[in-house]
């Protein structure tokens, strides 16, 4: 079925040109525009069936006003966990971010949580869970962006300092010859 569209298509495109039918050795059924062997069949076309396009509407009013209104919307977005500055204990794995939004998340936007400026998750959430966060200082950031990528309000910055134990192995003595 697949072939047949695509030699349907590629028919429509040499509606002026001749087309010839070849059947391989095989049994496979090629079209070209110049006849490749004595056995091509000349293929006698029926009209492209053609309809003029429909002229394209005048833009709509609520058109325009989406794109202003989605051009004004600006979020104020505020990291409320953790705290800037805050120390995470040896025995926490996780990290949970929270986040104040205002206004509430629109349609089609996406909250974009960061940490040392690198992609966490994208989301629609106002918290998620990092699993076992690494050892050192971490910035995290939250982004929300409309459908087109584009950034309509920015986080400050949340510093956080994750402790983790150091686990020192001694060394093996050497031996010592006898």
Do not use: C, W
């Not at 496979?28 to 053609?50: F, G, H, Q, V």
């Not at 009013?61 to 979020?75: F, H, I």
């Amino acid at each position: 079925m697949r072939s047949l569209l695509m030699v349907m298509f590629f028919l429509a495109q040499l509606s002026a040109a001749d087309v010839y039918k070849t059947v391989d050795k095989d049994g496979k059924i090629k079209y070209t525009d110049k006849p490749s062997t004595e056995n091509a069949e000349k293929l006698k076309l029926r009209e492209i069936n053609t309809v003029p396009g429909a002229q394209p509407l005048p833009q709509s009013t609520p058109v325009a006003s989406y794109e202003s209104r989605t051009a004004e919307l600006q979020y104020q977005i505020g990291i409320i966990s953790p705290r800037s500055d805050v120390t995470i204990p040896v025995g926490q794995r996780d990290l949970a971010i929270a986040i104040n939004l205002t206004p509430g998340l629109q349609q089609g936007h996406l909250l974009v949580y960061f940490m040392n400026g690198e992609l966490l998750e994208e989301t629609t959430m106002n918290n998620i869970i990092v699993k076992d966060v690494p050892r050192g200082t971490h910035t995290l950031v939250v982004e929300a962006i409309d459908a087109d990528g584009q950034s309509l309000g920015t986080s400050p910055p949340v510093i956080v300092n994750v402790i983790r134990p150091n686990i020192h192995t001694n060394a093996l003595s050497k031996p010592t010859p006898k």
